[in-house]
C-alpha cells in the first residue's frame, strides 16, 4: 500500500465522452493448457479407490496479476488487476481488466477505463456485476488510465461462453460513487442493490487515517439522495478498517467485522448493536487481512454464524516502520452464532494449523470451508515494513491449504489430509473463486509496485493460474441435468438429475451459492444456502425448495450444486427472485 511516487502519474482528469468498450475477443494473450489427468475418467470399478485425490493444477497464464477475481457465468471468470505494466496488452497499452475462459484456459484482455487497483464489487439483482471503487493514480507509459476512486465498472450478464460480444461499460462521467472509495467492500443487499463500505480518499501509507478515511457507506443504485451515510463504526475500527468484512443476516440485518470489532448494522434505522469484540488482541482486516466468512445457511431456522481466521495480533498503533515481516500472523479462528445465545456466549477460539496472514476463506458446496493462501508472517502491503523481502511485508508463504469442516467437534474442525502442497506462492494481491464447475481458480500475487520478476522466488509478479481440484473433478458425478431459470422465493421447483452407477445415496445436499468477488482475502457477497430436497422414487429428480425470503439469499444471480455423498455436480445457474433492476420491491 505505500507506493514510490516516482513510479506514478498524476491522472488527468479531463474524462471525455461516454464509454463503452467491447471485450476483444482477438487478442487472446496466451493459452498453456495442460493436458487433464487422462485415464481418470475410466468407470468401472469404485472410483474412490483409484481416482487423484485434491490436486493443483497449472492451467496457464492470466496475462495481468488477478488481485481480483468474480466468476461471471458459467464459463468466465473476471479478473482485475491495477493499471500497471502488465503483458497482456489492449489497444496498445497494458490491460488491467481481463476475462478467463474457464473452459479453454484462455484470457481476453478487457479494456477498462478507471483504476480498478483494490477495487471490490458483486452480482446485483438483474446479474450484471458491479465493480466499485479504486486507485488514485496512473501509471508511466499507459496514459489512458483514469483516476478509479469514484469508479462504477459494469459487465452486464454474458450469455456467449466464450464472452464474444460482452461489454464492461463505464462513463465515469456520469456514473461514479458519490464518495472516493480506495480499499472499500461492497454486497448486495435484500433488494438486491449493492452496499458499498468504508475505504479511504486517497492513496493512504498502510493504515487508513482520520484524514482520508471514507467513514460511510452508500448504495448503487443510489438511496438517500445520493449522499454517503456517515456510520460511526468505521470510526471506531480506525486505523486498520480498510476493506471491512460484511454479510447480510437471514432477517435483512448486516453483519460487519473491521479491526477487532464488529457490528449488525440496521438499514432501516442506521441502529448499531455492538457485538463482542474478537478476542486476543486479534486484528483481522486490512492492513492486517485475516479473513472472513457467513458459514452456510441452513433450513429450516438458517442460523446464521461467522468465522473468521488469520490476521495479526499487531497493535494498531505501531508504526509500519517498527513491523518485521518476520512478526508471526495469528492462528486463530473465532466464530461466533448470530442469535441471542449465541452473542451472549461471545466469540468461540479455535486454531488453524498454521498462522495466516491474507488466508481466504471459501465455501465449498459440501459445506465445508476451504482455507487458502496466505503467509505465516508479517503483514499486508508493498515495501513498508523495516524489513521487506524484495517489497513483500509478508514472509514463508503457506503452500498446503485446509478444510474446516463446521458441524466436527470443536478442535477438530481443521484438518490438510489428503490437500496438496503447491509450490506457487499466493501471498498480496492474490484472488480465489470457486467456479462452477466445483473447482477453485487460484491466481495472482504480486507484493510489488508494478510487474517484478527479480525479487525473491516466492514475491515475484505472479502469472500462473492454478486450479485447486476436488478428487471428485476426476470422477463419476451426480448432474443437475436442467434447472429453471428463474426461482422464485419460498417456491418449490423440481430439476432432473442423474447419480452414477443410480446409487442408493445417503446423503444429499443442495447448495444455491453466490460464488463472491476475491479482493484482498475477502469474497463480497459470497452465500452458501442449503435447500431441503426430495428425491423421487426413480432417483431420477429432486424437488427442492428456493429460499423463503431474500433476506436468506439476496435477488440476483446463483449456482445451484448437488453433492451426493460428498461427490459434487457442476453447477446450474439460476436467477433467484424476478431478475428485474434493483431495488426490487415485490417478491
Ligand atoms: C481491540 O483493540 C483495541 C485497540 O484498537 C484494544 O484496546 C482492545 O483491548 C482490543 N480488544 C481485545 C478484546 O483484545
Ligand atoms: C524490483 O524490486 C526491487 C526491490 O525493491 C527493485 O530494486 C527493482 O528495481 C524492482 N524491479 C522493477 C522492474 O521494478
Ligand atoms: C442492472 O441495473 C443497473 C443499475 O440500475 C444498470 O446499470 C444495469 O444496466 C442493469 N443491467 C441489466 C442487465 O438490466
Redesign the pocket.
Known amino acids: 500500500m505505500v507506493y514510490k511516487n516516482e513510479h506514478l502519474t498524476e491522472l488527468n482528469s479531463d474524462a471525455s465522452s461516454v464509454r463503452c468498450f467491447r471485450v476483444t475477443t482477438a487478442s487472446v494473450y496466451m493459452i498453456s493448457l495442460l493436458p487433464l489427468l487422462a485415464a481418470s475418467v475410466a468407470l468401472a470399478t469404485p472410483l474412490e479407490s483409484r481416482a487423484p485425490g485434491w490436486t493443483f493444477t497449472e492451467k496457464g497464464n492470466s496475462g495481468i496479476v488477478a488481485l481480483e477475481s468474480i466468476v461471471v457465468s458459467p464459463t468466465l471468470v473476471v479478473f482485475f488487476d491495477r493499471a500497471s505494466d502488465d503483458p497482456l496488452q489492449i489497444n496498445g497499452h497494458s490491460a488491467w481488466g481481463a476475462l478467463w475462459d474457464l473452459q479453454t484456459s484462455k484470457v481476453t484482455p478487457l479494456d477498462v477505463v478507471t483504476n480498478g487497483f483494490c477495487a471490490s464489487g458483486a452480482l446485483i439483482s438483474n446479474g450484471s456485476m458491479v465493480s466499485v471503487g479504486g486507485f488514485p493514480l496512473g501509471f508511466p507509459g499507459n496514459p489512458t488510465i483514469e483516476d478509479g476512486t469514484m469508479g462504477l465498472r459494469i459487465f452486464e450478464p454474458c450469455d456467449d461462453p466464450a464472452g464474444v460480444g460482452c461489454t464492461l461499460f463505464e462513463d465515469p462521467l456520469t456514473l461514479h460513487l458519490a464518495e472516493r472509495r480506495y480499499y472499500p467492500s461492497s454486497i448486495r443487499i435484500p433488494d438486491g442493490s449493492l452496499m458499498i463500505l468504508g475505504g479511504s480518499h486517497n492513496n493512504v501509507p498502510f493504515y487508513n487515517t482520520i484524514d482520508e478515511a471514507a467513514l460511510t457507506l452508500e448504495f448503487f443504485p443510489p438511496k438517500d439522495g445520493g449522499v454517503p451515510r456517515p456510520i460511526d463504526f468505521l470510526r471506531r475500527t480506525l486505523p486498520a478498517n480498510l476493506f471491512p468484512r460484511q454479510f447480510v443476516l437471514p432477517d435483512g440485518k448486516i453483519f460487519m467485522i473491521a479491526?477487532?470489532?464488529s457490528i449488525i448494522y440496521d438499514i432501516e434505522t442506521g441502529d448499531e448493536r455492538i457485538l463482542p469484540?474478537?478476542?486476543?488482541?486479534?486484528?483481522v482486516t486490512n492492513p492486517f487481512d485475516g479473513s472472513a466468512i457467513l458459514l452456510p445457511l441452513s433450513p429450516p431456522d438458517f442460523a446464521p454464524e461467522v468465522l473468521v481466521c488469520g490476521g495479526s495480533n499487531i497493535?494498531?498503533t505501531v508504526p509500519v516502520i517498527e513491523i518485521s515481516r518476520h512478526a508471526p500472523a495469528s492462528d486463530q479462528c473465532s466464530r461466533i452464532l448470530l442469535t441471542e445465545e449465541g452473542i451472549k456466549r461471545g466469540w468461540v477460539v479455535e486454531r488453524m494449523l498454521e498462522p495466516r496472514i491474507m488466508p481466504e476463506l471459501v465455501h465449498v458446496p459440501n459445506g465445508q470451508v476451504l482455507i487458502i493462501n496466505g503467509a505465516r508472517t508479517g503483514v499486508t502491503g508493498i515495501g513498508s515494513v523495516k524489513d521487506p523481502l524484495g517489497n513483500s511485508n509478508a514472509d514463508h508463504p503457506v503452500f498446503t491449504p485446509s478444510l474446516y469442516t463446521p458441524n466436527a467437534p470443536l478442535g477438530s474442525r481443521i484438518s490438510n489430509i489428503g490437500l496438496p502442497t503447491t509450490d506457487i506462492a499466493r501471498l498480496y494481491h492474490s484472488s480465489v473463486t470457486l467456479t462452477p464447475q466445483g473447482n477453485f481458480l487460484v491466481a495472482g500475487s504480486n507484493p510489488n509496485m508494478e510487474t517484478n520478476l527479480t525479487v525473491p522466488v516466492n514475491t515475484r509478479s505472479e502469472f500462473r493460474v492454478e486450479t485447486l481440484d476436488p478428487p471428485f473433478m476426476f470422477a463419476p458425478r451426480p448432474r443437475i441435468l436442467n434447472a429453471p431459470a428463474k426461482i422464485g422465493f419460498g417456491k418449490q421447483f423440481t430439476v432432473p438429475i442423474s447419480i452414477p452407477n443410480n446409487v442408493q445415496p445417503r446423503n444429499i445436499q443442495v447448495a444455491l451459492m453466490d460464488l463472491g468477488f476475491s479482493s484482498h482475502a475477502f469474497h463480497s457477497g459470497a452465500r452458501l444456502v442449503f435447500m431441503s430436497a426430495q428425491l423421487s422414487g426413480d432417483q431420477r429428480s429432486l424437488t427442492v425448495t428456493a429460499p423463503p425470503n431474500p433476506n436468506v439469499f439476496p435477488p440476483g444471480p446463483g449456482f445451484v450444486f448437488l453433492t451426493v455423498d460428498g461427490v459434487t455436480s457442476e453447477a446450474q445457474k439460476v436467477m433467484v427472485g424476478t431478475g428485474a433492476s434493483p431495488p426490487q420491491t415485490n417478491f
Open positions: 479491526n477487532n470489532q469484540e474478537i478476542p486476543n488482541g486479534i486484528r497493535p494498531d
